[in-house]
């Protein structure tokens, strides 16, 4: 039985053998596991009561065998037993003595009003169309599919793996009544979902609605769309949604989704796992920063303005590490082996600014601690040569040995200035009829070197690209917007030392006229009575097959591939009837 804050020791012998370790928690808890020693290498697996593998690990970073971190407000552990199995890392050697350490620090965490992981009864909630209990499905490869132990509700035909039917497919499912919710409320839920991405037509919609007045009112809180990037083949969290607006009132949740169309379906779906509405227990929040590799925090401390400052250490072995906990991106890269980070975020955990230092040795960033004043102190080790400076200048330390020590201390003026927020030229703010092809454009705002675009239908719109200089105020999506459809953006104004985003703008693209240039018809089965008109040409296969009342195509030119077969009416024409 592991305890909290008590190293155990333990050897790997004779070759092919593996330790076994349990504890148990009371409450959903963050806890880290790490192994180490002299020499060898262990590989850890976290498991859970039913011993299904919960994390695997096999590079723990600079002094670490293995390293497994489960953090509050992100995937931290609910309360039950555990169990950690260690083997060595190619299961062919010894390992002479490796030490086991564990900690535990239970979530502050929100106080749940409801929560379902879907993994007992689950009669109180209603499905139609497709959606259905999945069990460990492969559908969400290559992640299992499910987040909490084995079950998630599914929008798909597990037997295939997609949700083409042969016809449009559009089902709900709804949660039971939930009572009397507080204004502090937030809805949060995990999702994998593996759509057509399609940024030309609202198709393939997987929408979030609350259902007011005993289901008489709904009202659409989360979207994604087909020009919306699928997550797989991760699972994500939707963040908290607000539901302050629902505040007093009997709610239901709604989780829909729509494929609009009967084309191109051959994709996995949508799968809810993890559905949560909670209100906050004094002030908590919880922030993830890194990359692909090992980056590790050490050392936290606040400043007399609540600012919380850590320092670590981060690799790059699979890419850059991000430091901007939010929508933001903001990229380290290290020197060598790993280096230090120092980072500075907000009282509400939103990103300051980040800085690395360090050479081509293994750096670590040990504590970290801030005076009155301002200035922030750091302690930590080094090997050979490593540069302490944080701007473009160097500050050269070399080591006596394999490893010194080093201390540092820097201004807030010495980690930089972030940029001012941009402002906004055009499309003016609620602007409407906005080309689909239309250019955005804002004000230069002082002290920035480049920019983050972010668009999107969502009120918290992701990230389509960049401009490289600060002269470099008009951005031109690659492809056309959607027609008749409100979109928002911001801009991310950024330097060296940060990112500053600009407030949310949105505007409404002007409605279709006619028909689309081009179509093609292909890997599907077109039913009923259907016509297909397009102003450019057509493109009929491979892999059609009609069985429709009457499909009619028309289009100047229209091109067969082959692969078609026809067992209802077909009538192919050259003159559509939109202009």
Not at 266 to 274: E, M
Not at 376 to 404: M, R
Request: proline share 6%.
């Amino acid at each position: 039985m592991l305890s909290p804050g008590v190293t155990q020791n333990h050897n790997i012998c004779p070759a092919g053998d593996e330790d076994w370790a349990t504890f148990t928690l009371t409450q959903e808890s963050q806890i880290t596991l790490t192994t180490s020693g002299a020499s060898g290498d262990a590989t850890m697996f976290l498991r859970n009561a039913g011993l299904s593998q919960l994390e695997f690990n096999d590079d723990g970073g600079p002094g670490l065998f293995s390293f497994i971190d489960r953090t509050c407000g992100v995937d931290a552990l609910p309360p039950g037993t555990y169990f950690v199995q260690i083997d060595e890392s190619g299961n062919n050697d010894e390992i002479a003595s490796y030490a086991l350490d564990h900690s535990v620090t239970p979530c502050p965490g929100p106080v749940e009003t409801y929560f379902e992981d879907f993994e007992g009864d689950t009669s109180d909630w209603t499905a139609t169309g497709l959606w259905d209990a999945a069990s460990n499905s492969d559908c969400a490869s290559p992640e299992l599919g499910y987040v909490s132990r084995t079950t998630s509700f599914y929008y798909g035909q597990e037997i295939v793996c997609n949700y083409n039917t042969g016809a449009v497919t559009a089902g709900d499912l709804t949660s039971p009544i939930l009572s009397g919710i507080p204004s502090s409320s937030t809805l949060q839920f995990q999702h994998f979902r593996d759509v057509e991405e399609y940024v030309s037509s609202p198709v393939d919609l997987t929408e979030v609605y609350i259902l007011t007045d005993n289901g008489a009112t709904s009202t659409k809180v989360f979207e994604l769309t087909a020009a919306e990037p699928s997550t797989a083949p991760t699972w994500e969290s939707s963040g908290p949604i607000p539901l302050a607006a629902f505040a007093g009132q009997d709610i239901q949740i709604r989780f829909r989704f729509d494929s609009v169309d009967a084309f191109v379906n051959d994709f996995p779906g949508w799968f809810i796992d993890d559905v949560s509405v909670s209100s906050p227990e004094g002030d908590f929040w919880a922030r993830r920063m890194g990359g692909d590799d090992g980056d590790l925090g050490f050392a936290v401390t606040v400043d007399g303005d609540g600012n919380v400052y850590t320092t670590g250490s981060f690799l790059n072995y699979n890419g850059d590490s991000d430091f901007d906990p939010g929508d933001g991106v903001f990229n380290l890269t290290p020197a060598g082996s790993s280096d230090i980070f120092v980072s500075k975020l907000d009282t509400a955990g939103d990103f300051v600014w980040a800085r690395r230092m360090g050479g081509t040795g293994q750096d670590n960033g040990r504590g970290v601690a801030v005076d009155a004043s301002g200035g922030t102190h750091v302690v930590g080790s080094f090997e050979s040569v490593a540069d302490f400076d944080l701007g473009v200048g160097t500050t050269i330390l070399t080591s006596a040995g394999d490893k010194d020590v080093f201390v540092t201390k820097f201004s807030q003026g010495a980690a930089g200035v972030l940029p001012e927020a941009a402002t906004l030229l055009s499309p003016g703010d609620g602007a409407t009829n906005v080309p689909v092809n239309v250019t955005l454009d804002w004000n230069k705002p002082s002290g920035a070197e480049f920019y983050e675009v972010y668009l999107g239908t969502s009120p918290t719109p992701g990230h389509i690209g960049s401009t490289a200089s600060p002269d470099a105020t008009s951005f031109t999506p690659s492809v056309p917007l959607l027609h008749n459809q409100p979109y928002y953006w911001r801009i991310g104004a950024k330097n060296g030392y940060g990112e500053t985003l600009s407030s949310t703008w949105s505007f409404t693209t002007i409605p279709e006229a006619g028909c689309p240039p081009d179509i093609v018809l292909a890997n599907q089965t077109l039913s009923g009575t259907q016509t297909f008109e397009a102003t450019s040409s057509a493109t009929l296969g491979p892999n059609l097959t009609v069985n429709g009342d009457n499909i009619v195509v028309n289009a100047p030119t229209v091109s067969i591939l082959g692969g078609i077969s026809i067992g209802g009416t077909f009538s192919i024409g050259t003159t559509p009837s939109c202009p």
